[in-house]
């Protein structure tokens, strides 16, 4: 069986526009949760 992850990551926030692209710690927001999927191991 294939196990698949998808990220979501919504633009249009009022609240903090392009958040997903801003750096947190050197790196995108959106950088730090494809990191931690690509090391779980179930997913393919």
């Known amino acids: 069986m294939r196990i698949i ?3 979501f990551a919504r633009g249009g926030s009022k609240g903090l526009p ?3 692209v801003k750096s947190l710690a050197g790196k995108p927001l959106l950088g730090w949760s494809i ?3 690509r090391k779980v191991e179930s997913i393919e």
Do not use: Q, R
């Open 5 to 7: 992850a998808f990220v």
């Open 18 to 20: 392009g958040k997903n």
């Open 35 to 37: 990191e931690v999927a």
